[in-house]
C-alpha cells in the first residue's frame, strides 16, 4: 500500500517492512492544521487526521531539549516494545534489590531527573491540559507540579508537615523533650560503694511507694529486744532441778547455830541440849550471853522483817519452794560471824543467847528454862514472877553458819499472850533435811559421799562459791500455857532426815544461747512479715470494696440513688 499525504511511514531500525500509521491528531497553528482547515491534501485518505484547538506552544512538539527524554531500544512491533518496555522496568526495580547485575548500591537512588525537575522550564509549558482544567491561584512556579524528590515534593512536603505536627504533641514523661535517657534505670550517684555495684538500680522517681511500715518495723524491733533479753536472762538464771536420794555419808557431827533474845535476865536462865544418845551439852557455857533491853529489839526498834511464825510479814521467812536459787544461795554463804549486840541505853532486863555449838548428828532437844526449874540443879530457886518467856529467834540453822541464807525460824517473835502468864510453854518442833547447794552437777556424787565437818580432808569443797553443804528444815509450833507442875519455857525438838536434798543449777552453753537468740528473732522476723503482708492485703481488699461501693450509677446518678429507683 502506496503512502498517502495522511500518512506517516515509519522504518523500524531493527525491521526492514515499512510500518504505514495512519495521521492522528496535530495542533492547529502547524501546517498539516493549515491543511485541515483549508480541506487541503493533508486529509485525503485518512478520516482520522484531526487539528486540535492547542497550540503548539502548549505541547512538548517544539521541545528541542531531549536531555531527560527516555530512550527506547528498537523493537519489531508493538507486541516486542511492550514486552521490551516490562522488562526494562523490572530491571529497574531489581537493580534496587540487587538481583540483577546492575549496581545494587543501594534499595533507592536518586531519581536521575529530580534533581534537574522543574529548572529553566518555560512558565507556558506549565499549563493546564484540557478545555474545562483551570489553575489554581495559590500555586506558582516550580510549585504546580513537584518532580519526586525535589524540594517541591508534595509527598515530601507532607512528610514534613506531620514531623512538625509529631513534635509538637505532647509525649509521656517528656520523651519528645528528652528523648531515650540511661541516667533513671542506671546506678544512683554519689556514693562510694554505689560505684562497686554491678547490679544497676532504678531510681525512686520510678519506683511505686508502698504502705508506710515503719511503725511495724520498730514494734518487731522492740519485740526482738525483749524476747532476746529474757532469752539471756533466763540464761543466766540457768534451770534448777531437785532431786531426792538417801544420804550416802557418814557423819557424826552437826553443827547448831543460835541467836535468840530472852525478856529474862542472863543469870535466871539455863540453856541445855540432850540427844537421843544420852549425851548432855551445857549449851550455855558453850554459847555467848549478852544482857541487853527488849526495848531495843521491839516497838520502833524492831527489826526489819521480824513476824511471828505463821503470820505474813514483809520478810516472810520462805518455804521449800523459795529456796531454790542456787546462785542466790551460793552468793550468800560467805559471812560466818555473828553481828556484835548492840550497847545497852538503860537498865538490863533481857538476855542475848548466841553461838554456834557441836552436837551428835540425832535426834535430839535443845531447851532454855528457868534456873531451879527442869533439870536437878544446885542453886537459889528462881521465884515465879521473874518468869517472862517471850522471845525473839534472829538465827536457828543446822550445819556451817551462814547468816545471809533464810531459814523458817529466822526473824520470828513469840510473846505470852499477857504479863501475867508466867508459866507458857512454847514449843517447836523441826524436821532437818541435808541440802547441796551447787552450779555443778558433776560434783554431786563426791558432795553426796562427804561431810561438811572440818575433819573431813575434802570437807573445803564446801567453801568453794560452786557448792554448799548445808541442812534446811520445816518447823511447826506449839505454844500454850501450863499448869505450875509443868516446866516453862522454849523448847526444840529437832529430827535428822535420813535423805539428801540435791539442788542443782545447769546453764545452757554459749552457742546454745546464740542458736535461741537466732530461732527467736528470726521467727519474730517472718512472722511479723506474714502478719504485715496479711494486714497488707485486707487493707487493699476493703479499700477495693469501698472503692466499688462509692461508684457511679447511670448518668453520673451515685449508686445509692440508683438502688432507690429500682
Not at 551428835?360 to 532454855?368: A, E, L, M
Request: aromatic share 8%.
Amino acid at each position: 500500500m502506496s503512502a498517502s499525504h495522511g500518512q506517516k511511514v515509519t522504518t523500524d531500525p531493527a525491521s526492514k517492512i515499512p510500518i504505514n500509521e495512519g495521521v492522528g491528531t496535530v495542533t492547529s497553528d502547524s501546517l498539516a492544521g493549515e491543511s485541515l482547515k483549508n480541506s487541503g491534501s493533508f486529509g485525503e485518505g485518512n478520516p482520522k487526521a484531526a487539528a486540535s484547538k492547542q497550540p503548539s506552544s502548549s505541547t512538548t512538539t517544539n521541545t528541542t531539549d531531549a536531555t531527560n527524554a527516555t530512550k527506547l531500544d528498537a523493537a519489531v512491533n508493538a507486541e516486542a516494545r511492550d514486552a521490551q518496555e516490562g522488562w526494562n522496568e523490572e530491571k529497574i526495580m531489581s537493580s534496587g534489590k540487587g538481583l540483577s547485575g546492575a549496581s545494587s548500591g543501594g534499595a533507592a537512588g536518586t531519581a536521575p531527573t529530580g534533581l534537574a525537575a522543574g529548572k529553566n522550564v518555560d512558565p507556558s509549558v506549565l499549563q493546564p491540559k484540557g478545555a474545562n482544567l483551570t489553575e489554581d491561584p495559590n500555586m506558582s512556579g516550580n510549585t504546580k507540579f513537584g518532580e519526586i524528590g525535589t524540594k517541591d515534593d508534595p509527598a515530601r512536603q507532607a512528610e514534613l508537615d506531620l514531623s512538625k505536627k509529631t513534635a509538637a504533641m505532647p509525649t509521656m514523661n517528656g520523651y519528645g523533650d528528652h528523648g531515650h535517657e540511661e541516667d533513671p534505670f542506671g546506678p544512683a550517684k554519689g556514693g562510694i560503694v554505689s560505684s562497686f555495684d554491678a547490679f544497676p538500680k532504678t531510681k525512686k522517681t520510678y519506683l511505686v511507694q508502698g504502705r508506710n511500715s515503719s511503725a511495724w518495723t520498730v514494734t518487731l524491733i522492740l519485740t526482738c529486744i525483749y524476747l532476746s533479753w529474757s532469752e539471756i536472762s533466763r540464761w543466766f538464771a540457768g534451770t534448777t532441778s531437785q532431786s531426792f536420794a538417801v544420804e550416802k555419808g557418814v557423819s557424826h557431827d552437826m553443827q547448831l547455830n543460835l541467836d535468840v533474845i530472852v525478856a529474862m535476865r542472863c543469870a535466871d536462865l539455863h540453856v541445855n541440849m540432850q540427844d537421843a544418845a544420852g549425851d548432855r551439852t551445857l549449851a550455855g557455857e558453850l554459847l555467848r550471853k549478852d544482857p541487853t533491853s527488849w526495848s531495843q529489839w521491839t516497838g520502833k526498834n524492831i527489826e526489819s522483817g521480824t513476824h511471828e511464825l505463821g503470820k505474813e510479814s514483809g520478810k516472810q521467812a520462805p518455804g521449800w519452794e523459795e529456796l531454790w536459787d542456787v546462785h542466790e544461795q551460793l552468793g550468800k554463804a560467805r559471812k560466818r560471824k555473828f553481828s556484835k549486840t548492840p550497847r545497852v541505853r538503860g537498865q538490863t532486863d533481857s538476855c542475848r543467847i548466841y553461838g554456834s555449838l557441836i552436837g551428835n548428828k540425832v535426834q535430839g532437844d535443845f531447851h532454855i528454862t528457868a534456873r531451879g526449874h527442869g533439870y536437878m540443879e544446885f542453886g537459889e530457886h528462881l521465884d515465879h514472877s521473874s518468869f517472862n518467856f517471850s522471845h525473839i529467834i534472829r538465827e536457828m540453822s543446822f550445819g556451817p553458819y551462814y547468816p545471809s541464807l533464810v531459814n523458817p525460824l529466822d526473824s520470828t517473835i513469840a510473846v505470852t499472850p499477857t504479863p501475867d502468864d508466867k508459866f507458857y510453854k512454847f514449843q517447836y518442833y523441826i524436821s532437818i533435811v541435808p541440802t547441796i547447794y551447787t552450779d555443778d552437777a558433776s560434783m554431786i556424787p563426791l558432795l553426796q559421799a562427804i561431810t561438811s565437818t572440818q575433819d573431813h580432808p575434802a570437807s573445803n569443797i564446801f567453801h568453794t562459791t560452786h557448792a554448799i553443804k548445808t541442812n534446811q528444815y520445816a518447823v511447826t509450833s506449839q505454844s500454850h500455857k501450863v499448869p505450875e507442875t509443868y516446866v516453862p519455857g522454849v523448847f526444840v525438838k529437832f529430827d535428822i532426815e535420813p535423805i539428801m536434798l540435791a539442788v542443782v543449777e545447769e546453764s545452757g552453753g554459749f552457742w546454745r544461747l546464740i542458736v535461741r537468740l537466732v530461732n527467736v528473732v528470726s521467727g519474730v522476723m517472718v512472722a511479723g512479715s506474714w502478719a504485715w503482708q496479711m494486714f497488707d492485703w485486707g487493707s487493699e481488699v476493703l479499700g477495693k470494696r469501698r472503692r466499688r461501693g462509692d461508684g457511679v450509677g447511670v448518668l453520673g446518678t451515685p449508686s445509692v440513688e440508683k438502688k432507690s429507683w429500682d
